[in-house]
């Protein structure tokens, strides 16, 4: 009988190593759980794309973003979730300030995602962004009289104001981000007029806000502009306008969807590669497209539709700051009367 040499056994022991670490290891994990407060017709497009392009299976649950804290916080160690998406920065500070989330420093995500739109302990990031802007009526307003969120309290809008309940984050964060932008007192001068302005009680969402607009019981609003892009698909007629704000001090105010990994995700690389895709040209037209967004990535185009609308000079105070002061925003908007 031959024996093997000692270079062939050598060969077959670092072979056998190699091959034991291969089956016993999950090679760059197997797959990426996600919790996820966007909708599945919003984010499965980028997870078969991801998918596509790595071999990664994604797993998502879709809820409410206070629904998905809860969980977060309640499974603790045991989650199964690697990362958590949810929309507005004041979520995203909400998630970390509670401990779910953990910081990845990449250079790829700082390269892809302006500073303004990302936490600066790095444990959270915008993935696409959301104007909040000015609608008006085309056969009621000349955009020539508007200026700026500010210029809404001004009497000459009394009665002619429709804006969507106080109750809802967008404007929470959007009084936060004016709070921090000219202080809490004169913030308050703002939002009281605004409210001396209202021609009707607060409404339910930024869809009947326009409805109002365009059937001419309010002359104009502040929503979404996503809200907008998908009323006028539905009725390109309305008389609406889209006009930008503040563009010669401070810039419209913008707010993002994002994502964070959870504090105790288990398949950790695989979902930094998967954040990492999100900010990517591959993924940013999938992610912003699909809901007429603008891309976070400031090299990207946007979708033709939402480009249409024209540019804009964006706010670029630190979107935490719409979590920090988002306490103080509510308790504003109490004191004044907005409802």
């Keep these: 009988m031959q024996i093997p040499s000692l270079k062939s056994r050598i060969i077959s022991t670092l072979l056998w190593i190699i091959l034991s670490v291969f089956i ?139 804006l969507r309940t106080s109750k809802k ?5 959007l009084v936060a981000m004016m709070i921090a932008e000219h202080g809490e007192a004169e913030t308050e001068k703002i939002v009281k007029g605004w409210v001396a302005n209202l021609a009707t009680d607060p409404l339910s969402d930024d869809t009947r806000a326009m409805e109002f607009v365009a059937a001419g019981r309010c002359d104009l609003t502040v929503v979404n502009t996503y809200y907008y892009g998908r009323l006028m698909q539905k009725d390109p007629n309305l008389p ?24 105790y995700g288990k398949n950790q690389q695989a979902a ?22 603008y ?9 033709p539709v939402v480009a249409a609308w024209g540019k804009f000079k964006q706010n670029h105070i630190n979107l935490t700051k719409a979590g920090e002061l988002q306490a103080e925003a509510v308790k504003l908007m109490d004191r004044v009367g907005y409802r």
């Design 24 to 162: 016993t290891s999950p090679v760059y994990a197997e797959q990426v759980v996600v919790y996820s407060a966007r909708i599945e017709q919003l984010i499965k497009p980028m997870f078969d794309a991801f998918t596509q392009r790595t071999g990664i299976k994604v797993r998502y649950t879709t809820d409410n973003e206070g629904a998905l804290m809860a969980r977060l916080q309640a499974e603790g160690k045991n989650t199964p979730a690697d990362m958590l998406i949810t929309v507005d920065a004041g979520n995203l500070w909400a998630a970390s300030q509670a401990g779910l989330l953990r910081p990845f420093d990449s250079q790829i995500l700082k390269t892809n995602i302006p500073e303004h739109l990302r936490a600066p302990d790095d444990e959270w990031f915008g993935l696409s962004i959301r104007a909040r802007t000015i609608i008006y009526n085309t056969e009621k307003v000349d955009p020539a009289d508007l200026s700026t969120y500010e210029d809404l309290a001004d009497p000459k809008w009394k009665n002619r104001l429709c």
């Design 169 to 173: 984050v967008y404007n929470q964060s």
């Design 240 to 263: 609406l306008g889209i006009f930008w704000p503040n563009q010669k001090n401070g810039g419209v105010h913008i707010n993002v969807s994002g994502a964070g990994l959870t504090r």
């Design 272 to 293: 930094e590669a998967l954040l990492e895709f999100l900010s990517s040209i591959s993924a940013q037209n999938l992610f912003a497209d699909v809901n007429m967004e």
């Design 295 to 303: 891309p976070v990535n400031p090299n990207i185009v946007p979708d």
